[in-house]
């Protein structure tokens, strides 16, 4: 089943928009948790040092590794947030939501798997789309 198919098959079942939105996270969170391990053996990488190595671990090799994107980190100006930027995301490719789902986080999946990732690994964030 692709990606597609799969929020297609949850919007069918689920018939609001808000609970697909939960839904994908809760299942980006469990990937999340059991996504972590292979991350971290296939990387090397044993601890970051602070938040400035968390955030570029995510996004110059945890996105790379596993979805074959490149991603930047922008900061704010409070030094406890940061935003990671896709240089493409293959979870949107070729898709065109129809205005009625409109508030569908359409890649939400991700927020979950970063969220059950960095919990693992005893990290408490709070993730949203933008």
């Known amino acids: 089943m692709t990606y597609g198919a799969l929020v297609t098959a949850m919007i069918k079942d689920f018939q609001d928009v808000k609970i ?15 996504l972590i391990d292979e991350f971290l053996a296939k990387s090397g990488i044993t601890q970051c040092r602070n938040l400035k190595d968390t955030a570029h671990y995510i996004a110059k090799v ?3 590794m596993f979805l074959g994107i490149n991603a930047e980190v922008s900061w704010s100006s409070n030094p406890r947030q940061f935003s990671i ?15 009625q789902f409109k508030d569908l986080d359409y890649s939400n ?19 949203f789309l933008n």
């Open 20 to 34: 697909v939105n939960e839904e994908l996270e809760k299942m980006g969170y469990n990937i999340g948790v059991r």
């Open 62 to 64: 945890g996105f790379k």
């Open 85 to 99: 930027e896709f240089k493409g995301n293959p979870l949107i490719e070729f898709v065109e939501l129809p205005e």
């Open 109 to 127: 999946i991700l927020c979950g798997v970063l969220r059950g990732a960095l919990y693992s690994v005893t990290a408490i964030f709070g993730l």
